[in-house]
């Protein structure tokens, strides 16, 4: 493992408090977006796992952290909209989402996260043998069995947090700039 900077180091503290197996990578930040990553350090897609912030449009906001797999897309017009009890939801700006986890854009993840925000996990991540998380910042990521997510307080399993994206035709790619699917209009 490459020596850890201070965010690295916060970042084995918080897993090594939880006492599950996990594995830190050091990751190139220019290549910390998820496409990018992937592609560059072999890792499957399909083995990825966004944490994302979402804000209830209420007064005041809610927020919560989603996890689903870089394959799917965040269902935040229903799902999310539904369990924040909310009638308009979005993603976090990045504005908002730093504020509120300390966290850089690209890293964030669900280790560290401030007490009592909700943090739901699509189901599909929990199927998975290994993820890969975000370590908090560009410079770190998480391999781990997507059980030591059961570890994080507050943290509930979500059915159809996400969903499949719909075929891309061939030669169209996503407009996400991490090469992720775009979430729904």
Do not use: H
Request: aromatic share 6%.
């Amino acid at each position: 493992m490459a020596e850890l900077d201070p965010a690295g180091t916060a970042l084995d503290a918080e897993l090594a408090r939880l006492g599950s197996p996990y594995e830190l990578i050091a990751c190139d930040p220019a290549l910390a977006d998820t496409a990018a990553f992937c592609a560059a350090y072999g890792y499957a897609p399909g083995d990825s796992a966004n944490t994302i912030v979402v804000i209830g449009k209420s007064d005041p906001p809610r927020y919560a952290a989603c996890v689903v797999l870089a394959t799917t897309r965040l269902d935040v017009n229903r799902t999310v909209r539904g369990r924040l009890g909310v009638k308009r939801t979005s993603f976090a700006s990045f504005e908002q989402a730093q504020a509120l986890t300390g966290m850089e854009l690209g890293g964030v993840t669900v280790f560290g996260l401030p007490a009592g925000l909700p943090i739901w996990v699509d189901r599909r991540v929990m199927a998975r043998p290994e993820i890969i998380l975000g370590g908090g910042s560009r410079s770190w990521k998480v391999k781990a069995p997507p059980a030591i997510l059961l570890k994080l307080p507050g943290v509930e399993i979500v059915d159809d947090l996400a969903f499949e994206p719909p075929a891309e035709p061939a030669g169209d790619t996503p407009s996400e700039p991490d090469g992720t699917p775009s979430p729904p209009s």
